[in-house]
């Protein structure tokens, strides 16, 4: 399989995030509406793909024949059924498995479907939603030219890179569950806004602006955030005060400790 040989895809799972990535697919030109399958039980809340283009169907084993790429879109708990029930026409010279189910391994979705399937699995975050998604990707048994082209998809929703899946428990908690952290920071940032004399509205849009203009001096410039930080840290400064003083109070300290536990948490329930 090659970036070129692609014809369709069948996305197994209609719900928010198939249907994030569906759109995304579509919005930036990656795929035609009629190289798109997606497949829902109840598939009233997705007609609206339909009149753009998009194939729907309730039946998954008639998605995954007519596609080249299936995306495993569902909830860990459906897996097993939907895997079993798709395994007959799965084919291993023919298709590419890619799976966005979280806490479902490699090893697990290749031991359900008993055959040699190449498969990919793929961890992105909710902001996947509007096209900025960081998706981490791992893979076993995919050639180069599938795990290239799996990249150049995710990429078309946000950035897309390629780690060990020992480290995928990781990149759920720095990246999908590291959305939540932003947002708290955000949150908090608006309180004090508030407190030195904004109204709501107009301390969330200074926040989270400025929260997005800081991730952009470190994505476009490939900088540390120690050497943006140092441009805004005057001797005497306001700057360096309010970070001393969230140093002394465990600023740091307690992000790191939340990483963790929360990866404790993830390793635990395994």
């Not at 799976?99 to 498969?119: C, F, Q």
Request: glycine share 8%; with cysteine; aromatic share 4%.
């Amino acid at each position: 399989m090659s970036s070129i040989a692609i014809s369709r895809i069948a996305i197994i799972g209609g719900g928010n995030l198939g249907t994030s990535i569906a759109e995304g697919l579509l919005q930036t030109g990656f795929l035609l509406p009629d190289q798109l399958i997606i497949t829902r039980r109840n598939l009233a809340p997705i007609r609206y793909l339909e009149q753009k283009g998009v194939q729907l169907l309730t039946s998954n084993p008639a998605a995954v024949q007519q596609a080249d790429v299936v995306i495993l879109a569902v909830k860990p708990y459906n897996v097993k059924d939907v895997l079993t029930e798709v395994a007959p026409v799965l084919h291993p010279d023919k298709h590419l498995l890619i799976s966005v189910v979280t806490g479902v391994t490699i090893d697990e979705l290749n031991a359900l479907l008993a055959k040699p399937v190449a498969v990919i699995r793929a961890m992105p975050n909710t902001a996947i939603a509007i096209r900025e998604s960081m998706t981490c990707l791992s893979f076993k048994k995919a050639t180069p030219e599938q795990i290239t082209w799996t990249e150049q998809l995710f990429n078309q929703l946000g950035k897309a890179i390629v780690i060990d899946e020992k480290l995928m428990d990781a990149a759920t908690i720095l990246g999908a569950c590291g959305i939540a952290y932003a947002l708290r920071f955000i949150r908090a940032s608006i309180q004090g806004g508030i407190e030195i004399g904004f109204d709501a509205r107009t301390a969330n849009l200074i926040a989270a602006q400025t929260v997005k203009g800081a991730a952009e001096l470190l994505i476009r410039g490939n900088r540390h955030p120690e050497e943006e930080i140092d441009k805004v840290t005057t001797p005497k400064g306001c700057t360096i005060a309010g970070l001393n003083e969230m140093e002394h109070q465990g600023f740091s300290s307690s992000l790191i400790k939340g990483i963790t536990v929360s990866y404790r948490k993830i390793a635990r329930d395994e």
